[in-house]
């Protein structure tokens, strides 16, 4: 057996054995939150050993929207399973984080994220921890012990989370949408640091705005557009 030929068929069991997790994921949504972390595992595996290369995807996101495309879950969630596993599971232990739940070790990530900025070797205290695997320690309570440990500040964006549903594009359309959204990062000055969902709401948001700048007085008249409701389509 050759090496490439071997490099092949470890990447297809790997991501047979991802196609199985994803499946037993959007099959069963009552356990979700306690069985990511073996999904994370592998598809961490299949990024640090790059498959993904092996079995002819131009890249790990690509493969990501394969599994968005069968499974129908949100790109924002298999990237979160995966970022979990990435940081903590090297100091926190399997079973531990899977009796966490992904809500809670997410809490716990953000805050490791943000304390490795100033201090790299940092890690999450015992205290914090024992905490997040109580079943009645609620979000609120752990986002204060993780402030209180770090001395931090929760900064994250008000408000609550807004689903925008998806379509169909061409890829004619996928490419037009990708370059409008690159230039607008560079017009806007966004870091690369920042993250995703939030580019995308300033991309959004810019756009938005742009438009509606431009338009508002010839669709309500010039007197009062800002008073009129958005009328935006699937809004609720």
Known sequence: MSEQFALIHAANALRDEIYQQMESLATSECTL????????KLLLEFKQSESWRAIGYESLNQFVTELVT?????????????SVVELL???IP????????ISKALELKYALEKQRKA?????IPEDVIAAALKHDTTGKELRAMIGAAFNQTDDREAGTWYDCNGFYMTPEERKEYAAAVKMTIIQLGLKKEMAEH???KAVYMAWMQEYFATHAAEVYGV??????PA???GAH
């Open 94 to 101: 399997a079973d531990k984080l899977e009796a966490m739940g």
């Open 33 to 40: 939150a306690r069985s990511y972390v073996r999904f994370g």
């Open 119 to 123: 201090l790299p070797t940092a890690t």
């Open 89 to 91: 599971l090297p100091t």
């Open 231 to 233: 009328q935006l389509i």
């Open 70 to 82: 069968k499974w129908g879950r949100k790109r924002t969630q298999i990237y979160a399973y995966l």
């Open 223 to 228: 007197d009062q557009p800002e008073n009129q």
């Open 198 to 200: 939030m580019q995308r």
